[in-house]
């Protein structure tokens, strides 16, 4: 199985990744909604119902289904 993308992965960590929506930095991302879920963003690879899933923006890795980062874009 691929390895889950830590948040302190260089990558991540520029991007904001937290693997939990309401952990996201209010602050730095005024933007962010806690209803932005990786599983909901334009990137997500994989199945709506998986806990941990593919992003385009990290190969290899796996994302969890309820994170975000700075590039969350709504699923068209
Ligand atoms: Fe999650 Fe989207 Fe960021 Fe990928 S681009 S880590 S799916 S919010």
């Known amino acids: 199985a ?12 520029a991007l904001g990744y937290v693997a ?6 209010a602050k730095k991302f005024p933007k962010h ?11 997500w690879q994989s199945k709506p119902t998986d ?3 593919n992003c385009a923006l ?5 994302v969890s289904a309820r994170g975000w980062c700075s590039a969350w874009a709504k699923k068209a």
């Open 58 to 62: 990290f190969a290899g890795k796996q």
């Open 2 to 13: 691929q390895a889950r993308l830590e948040e302190k992965d260089p990558q991540a960590a």
């Open 20 to 25: 939990d929506s309401s952990k996201a930095d």
């Open 33 to 43: 909604d806690n209803a932005q879920l990786c599983s909901g963003c334009a990137l």
């Open 51 to 53: 806990a941990q899933g």
